[in-house]
Structure formats: C-alpha cells, structure tokens
C-alpha cells in the first residue's frame, strides 16, 4: 500500500498565478488503479516526481506500509515510471532499450530475451528489435518505452499519458498488459486526460486542484 501524506513540495521559482505550493494524500493498494488528472500546470509531473524519487518534499510522509520510501534512493523504491518523452537511448536498438529494464548491465539470460520478443509482440513490433529509436515512429517509440515499463518487476507503476496518440487497438492491447499488471498486485497511478484509458483502468479518480489532490470518484470500498 503506497501511503502519502501531506507530502508537500515548494518551488522557489515560479510565474505570477502559478501554483506554488503542493501536499498531496494519497492512498493506493497493490493491484488498484487511480488515476489523477488536472489542467496544465496543476502538479501533475511534480506528484509523479515525488513519488518517484527525482524531487525532494519540504515535509511529509511517503511510504509503503511501514517503510519510508523517502529513505530510499529513486532505484530502490521498487518504483517504475513511464514519462511523457520517453527516455530512451538514441544509440541503443529497441531490444536493448526495453532490456535495460530487466538487466542494466544487459547481460540477458533466455528467459528475459524470450519476454523482449513477446512484449514487442504484443505491440504489433515483433520486426523491429533491432531499429533505433530514431528509426521508428512517435507511437512507435512510445510502444516501446510502455513495453519497458510494463516488463520491470514493479511494486508500483507511475503512468504519465501513456497511451497518448496511440490508435485503439494498440491502446486496447497495453490496457489488457496493464490490467494483468494489477491483478499480480502492481499498484498503477495513471495520470491521463483521456476518459477511455480511466474507464477501462482506473479504479478510482482524483483531480488535482490548487496544489491538493481531491476525490473525484470514491475508492472502491
Ligand atoms: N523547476 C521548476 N521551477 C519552477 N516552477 C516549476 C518548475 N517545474 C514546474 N514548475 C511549476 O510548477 C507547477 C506544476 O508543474 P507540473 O509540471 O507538475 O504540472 P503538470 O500538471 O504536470 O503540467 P502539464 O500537464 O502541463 O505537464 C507549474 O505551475 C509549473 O510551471
């Protein structure tokens, strides 16, 4: 269970009208989805960063369970996330960028060269393990880096718009990889506009307003 509690954060440096100050609560189960939406410049990335590790809170409390994940560095909270520009590695082909997931030293055993090949498969792009990034598509790049999230051993998966320009039926296909992600207890936040991909994996939703997070449809009980 992922925990946050007046986690809160303070940018120094900010435009006139600009939120400022964030503290945000935050429950989620392993296996639930929330999904958590809010205009331009509402906190989003900056929630995601929190939890992820990349931004320090001024106070507060993030743990899971009973351990402090702010003791613990960005690799070692058994926390994934899927940015909007998605990091991958230019002079890496697609193979190697979705192994640097499961090996960082890309020593990969049968096993993991087996689930690359499945996920590529699983995203119509079977035939293109051995392209560069800079030899595919937007979505098809994007295709990538979610099939990388989504192979990590995770605890908790942090989706940032996701599924974004994607057609439906590779949307449809990385719903089914996300929700076989939650039933083996993965706990997924998706911050997402768009109301299919909340439908379909949400569990619950909050908006994020003046810089707190609010309940915008109840966690189930
Ligand atoms: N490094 C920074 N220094 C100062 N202000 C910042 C910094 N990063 C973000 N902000 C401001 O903090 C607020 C929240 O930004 P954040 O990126 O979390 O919003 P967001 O909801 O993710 O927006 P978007 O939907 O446009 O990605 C914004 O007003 C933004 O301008």
């Known amino acids: 269970m992922l925990i946050a509690e007046a986690l809160s954060f303070h940018y120094s440096q900010a ?3 600009q939120t400022l ?25 900056t ?8 931004l320090k809170p001024a106070s ?12 613990l560095h960005p690799w070692r909270r058994g ?3 899927l940015f909007q520009d998605h990091n991958l590695f230019d002079h890496l082909p697609v193979w190697a960028n979705i192994g ?24 119509g792009m079977a035939e293109m393990a051995s392209r560069l990034p800079s030899e595919l598509s937007g979505g098809q790049r994007q ?15 942090l989706l940032d718009e996701p599924f974004t320009g994607l057609d439906r039926a590779n949307r449809e296909t990385l719903w089914v990889q996300v929700e076989r992600l939650k039933h083996s207890g993965v706990a997924v936040l998706l911050v997402s506009h768009d109301a299919e991909d909340v439908q379909a994996l949400a569990d619950y ?17």
């Open 15 to 17: 435009e006139p009208g």
């Open 21 to 45: 100050d964030f503290r945000f609560d935050l429950r989620l189960a392993p296996g639930q989805c929330v999904a958590v939406d809010g205009p331009s410049g509402a906190g989003k990335s």
């Open 47 to 54: 929630l995601l960063n929190l939890i992820a590790g990349f």
């Open 60 to 71: 507060g409390q993030l743990r899971w369970l009973d351990e402090d994940l702010l003791a």
């Open 79 to 81: 926390v994934t996330t």
């Open 100 to 123: 640097l997931g499961l090996a960082p030293d890309l020593r990969l055993n049968a096993g993991q060269r087996q689930r690359i090949t499945e996920g590529l498969e699983q995203v």
């Open 143 to 157: 295709r990538v880096a979610l099939v990388r999230a989504l192979l990590r051993d995770t605890r908790l998966l």
């Open 205 to 221: 939703r909050l908006r994020l307003v003046e810089g707190r997070l609010i309940v915008a449809s109840p966690a189930p009980a």
